[in-house]
């Protein structure tokens, strides 16, 4: 099975090709300013303390990271949205 | 569990496209995706390019008008809210293999 580094590639490399050069340079462009700014690098990364919150869950409930991490370790994910 | 800062709404709906079987969390204006260092705000000419081009507006998925948005992040927190794994993209279009994550897990159970 196709690791999800292939997957995306394959998956950009279409999207990319239905794009009009001034979309792709745009986006290109902000993700640039991105890189060279270090904001990943000066994100939370290993070692650091996640900050704690309380969000409402599509469960119904609200979820407190620190009373989920008392029950195993957690995978927590940030993403745009389903667009 | 993945954070996002669209509406419950659109959050549950995502559930609905994809499957899945997590809880979706919404961060209403990516407050606590700043806490972690994530946010950034799309330029004017790129929030035309979603309307235009990709018939996005982020006012609708998100429920207000910032146009902010995490960089994608994934991560291992233990007991103690220490994060012991981390995956950040500047480069919306890369993410990290799963089996990172899960070999990550892995280290921390053998600990």
Known sequence: MPRLEEKLRTFNE????RMPDHVLRALEDHTRTLEEAGRAESAVGEGDEAPD?????????????SD???????????????? | MAVSPQTLE???SAVDDFGVAF??????????????????????????????AFDVDLATYNGDD???LPMPARYVVDGDRRVR?????????VRPDPVETLEA???MSEA
């Open chain 2, 105 to 107: 897990l892995d280290r």
């Open chain 1, 14 to 17: 279409n999207a990319v090709e």
């Open chain 1, 53 to 65: 919150f309380e969000l409402d869950s599509t469960t119904g409930e609200s979820v407190v990271l």
């Open chain 2, 66 to 68: 910032s146009w902010t």
């Open chain 2, 23 to 52: 809880p979706l969390l919404a961060d209403p204006g990516t407050q606590v995706a700043d806490r972690y260092g994530l946010v950034h705000t799309l330029p004017e000419n790129l929030r035309r390019i979603h309307r235009e």
């Open chain 2, 85 to 93: 794994w981390a995956s950040v993209s500047a480069d919306y279009t």
């Open chain 2, 10 to 12: 659109q959050s549950r």
């Open chain 1, 68 to 83: 989920l991490v008392r029950r195993g370790p957690v995978i927590l994910s940030f993403y745009r949205g389903r667009w």
